[in-house]
Structure formats: structure tokens, C-alpha cells
């Protein structure tokens, strides 16, 4: 994979007061330099976002404007999915810009899903982060954070990963020129093969600590401020940023039409946060006309939005959430040493660090939450595969989260409704194999001890003797059945 910054003669830095990091706390909203790297508010300690003066920026007055770039695949920045929109996100300066070619992804509508989920044909469209090159959505982001560690002089890059935040960071530091190392912490257990794999074949320091992700998120940011390390994960503001492009992609393949559901997997929330930003963004500049809803969608074993706002009614509150209700709760986690389990282990978080920022997402795309069971993943994830995009499992629980809303009757037949699938097929093979084997022992290992008892759309291998007319047999058998539904 090539890799490029921009040629263009620009200056190395961007204007303090036209770009600039922000406390979400509307109490505190002390600001910052886009060009400090500093990922929690130095005042009060909480999130911080990338804000920009609009009113004094180039903005295209219409999103279609943004087609124009596809006649220059040559530039670097035009060729990117995330920096095509640069006007969209300009808080560096184009010749600090990292990019490898992500963001080239695909919005593709699938009948056979929308029969599964319930709506009409022609109105479930999935939008394919698994064409990114490392395979993931997370490129999205990652392009962001490296152009900002870039614009900060950072080498030394660190990350905490169920999995695809790992394989992103590794891809992006062998692929480009500029120096960066990649260490990376996993809990124990808890990331599929197929993304470690990425980890390790791309060169990066792994460091494996007991216990699972939201401990190795502790230390990882532990370890990166005693030594100046610059932090890759989500906290980080910036890679929120390249995550906006997602939805700018998504409506640019519906002919810039807005949707009338965004449905999208919830773990550490970085997704849905950057995805109500994304739309409060474009209202505000006047490029749509109203925001779609926004549905983000737990796992049953890491369901702690769902519970903190469903059960517990924590909204954002105009920038000030009512904090004691989570911090009972991840006392209640510790307390009786609760953790994260689910065969969806991309989104097996319990502590998400952008709950506030999805908080404000639900606020402002007027949305809702729920959570969908291991079973419920994978028989969507088999559907999903069956209409020709495979897909991991927490991928899958966009859709079976859209299911669950269609058949509560918050989804309509007739709304217009995009799933994100954040992340290939191969990311997570052992799950898929184990769901269409024939070998019980091996889908009880795998599958059983996450509550998921039927393979009901399983694709079982046919074994049949090594003989030619038993196997023109069974093909004959196969031919004439009736397609899947």
C-alpha cells in the first residue's frame, strides 16, 4: 500500500482560531490547540472535541460538490474516502496529511437482509467498512490520528484493541515512510485471530496484559502519559474526526438523500459519536435539511449503554450527564468483577470512553438503544454473508438490531434504513466456521459457551464418499433445491 502526504505547498499548521479542541463539558469548555497532544480536558478532566469557526472556513455550499474529486484520483487526498470531504474535517494542514488510500467503500443495498429484517425491498442498504485496507472502518479514524501525530512530531503510537484498532495502527505505521512504532496492548483472550494476525504480520510491539479491554485501555493511557506516547484509541478527538466521512459516504451513495435510519454496532462508541457530530455538522452548514435517527446497538454481554439509558434514563443534558449513574454502575461492574462477553468481540467493552459523546449523538438524531443476543448476531451475520457481504459478528448486530426495532415497530416497512458493517469477514473466521460446521464439538467450543444454541442458517459442509457419481449426485440434489430466502 502507498503511502502519501499531500504535495500541495501549504502551510505546516492551521489557524488557532479557525480550528481548535473543546471540552464537551458545558461547564468547563475550555479550549486548546489543534496542535496539542492532549486527549482529556486539562481543566476538568473530560472529553474533548475538534471544533471548528465555520462561519470563516471554505465550505461547498452543496455536498455534491464533493463529486468533482473523483476526477483526480491522482492526488493523494482526492483519492481518500475520508480526506475528499478535507473541508468537512480541516484541522491539518495538507502537507501533514497520512493517508493510505482509505475510505474507498461501498454502500450497497441487499433485498435478502431487508426480507430478514422486515423492510421493503430496495430499503436496507449496508455500508461496508471492510474494504478499508486494513479491513475495518477504524482506517477511517486512523488516517485522522496519524496526520495529527504527524502535524505534533509524535513517533512512538500506542493503542489498547479488541482487535481491529490493533491491526489499524500496525497497517498505518508499516505502510507509510514517516517513522512511527506501533505498541499495542490486548487483554487476554479476548481478540480474534484474524485481527492479531494483522498485529504481528505488520511489525507491531504486542503487549498482552491479564484481563480484558477496558484494563488494557487503563494502562495503555497510564503508559502513554508517563512516557509522552501519542494515543491512538478513540478518546482521542481526532480520530473521531475521520469517522465522520462514514456518513458522508453513505449519503453521497444515496444521491446525497438523507436516510431515515442510521443503525450502527455500540462498543467503545466512537462510531455513533462521530456520526451525530457528522450530522449536527451538516444541519448547521445548511448542506441537509434534517438528520436521520440513529439506532446504536450493544451485544447482550457488553450492554452497558442500553442499560445506562434505557434502564437508567442518563441522557446528555446539555453537556452536563448525570455522571453518578454510570459511576454506580461500573461500581456495580467492579464489585461483583462483571465483565464484557461476547462472541462480538470488537464491541466487548463495558466502559465506552465516548458515552458522552454518544449520549449527545442519541440527543441530537433523536435515537434510540438497544441490545441483541449472540444468537441474534450470527443468524444475521449468516444473512448477511448469504446476500454477498461477509461481515464480522459484532458487524452483524447492526442488523439484528435493525430486526429488533422493526419488530418493536420503531422501524417502518417503507423507512429508508442503512446497517453499518464495520469490518470484514476474515477478521473473525473461527466464529463463521464454527456457525456453519457440521462438527457439533466445535460449535459448542466455539459458539456454546456465548449462549448461541442453533445454527439456523447454517451452510454445513456435504460430505459424501470420494466417488464420482455420489458427488455428481449431490450436486444434482444441490442444484435443483430452491435458493435460500
Known sequence: MPSHASTTAAPTRVDADLAYQRCINSRCAATLPVDRAVFSCPECGDLLDVVYDWD???????????????????????????????ELLPFAPP??????????????PSDRVARYVGVDNGNLLLQYEGMNPSGSFKDNGMTAAFSHARMVGA???ACASTGNTSAS?????SATEFGFK?????????????????????????IQIVGDFDDALMRVREVADRLGIYLMNSVNPFRLEGQKTVMYRVLEGLGWEVPDWVVVPGGNLGNSSAFGKAFQELKHLGLIDRIPRLAVINAAGAQTLDLLVRSHGMTWNSGLPDESISRAYYDRLDREQIRASTIASAIEINRPVNL?????????????????????IMDAK???????????????????????????????????VVCILTGHQLK?????????????????????????????FANRPVVVPNELDAIIRTIGLYSDAPAPG
Not at 468533482?68 to 478535507?86: E, M, N, Q, T
Not at 502537507?95 to 450497497?108: A, C, P, S, Y
Not at 495502527?169 to 505505521?173: D, K, Q, S, T
Not at 506501533?182 to 504486542?206: C, R
Open 428 to 456: 473473525d473466521p473461527t466464529a463463521t466456521v464454527a456457525y456453519h460446521s457440521a462438527d457439533q464439538d466445535e460449535f459448542d467450543r466455539v459458539l456454546g459457551s456465548r449462549g448461541v444454541k442453533r445454527a439456523g
Open 169 to 173: 495502527l500496525a497497517v498505518f505505521c
Open 155 to 157: 513517533r512512538r503510537v
Open 56 to 86: 470563516r472556513l471554505p465550505v461547498p455550499s452543496r455536498l455534491s460538490d464533493f463529486e468533482a474529486k473523483w476526477s483526480r484520483r491522482l492526488d493523494p487526498l482526492c483519492s481518500s474516502g475520508v480526506w475528499r470531504f478535507y
Open 382 to 416: 449468516a444473512r448477511v454473508g448469504a446476500g454477498g457481504l461477509g461481515c464480522e459478528p459484532a458487524s452483524a448486530a447492526s442488523v439484528a438490531g435493525a430486526k429488533r426495532l422493526r419488530e418493536e415497530g420503531i422501524i417502518a416497512p417503507s423507512d429508508r
Open 95 to 108: 502537507d501533514r496529511i497520512v493517508t493510505i488510500g482509505e475510505g474507498q467503500t461501498l454502500l450497497r
Open 182 to 206: 506501533a505498541i499495542i496492548f490486548i487483554g487476554s483472550g479476548k481478540i480474534a485471530y484474524g485481527k492479531l494476525a494483522q498485529a504481528l504480520d505488520h511489525g507491531a510491539l504486542t
Open 356 to 376: 458522552k459523546k454518544c449520549l449527545r449523538a442519541l440527543e441530537v438524531c433523536d435515537g434510540v438503544v438497544r441490545q441483541v443476543s449472540d444468537q441474534e
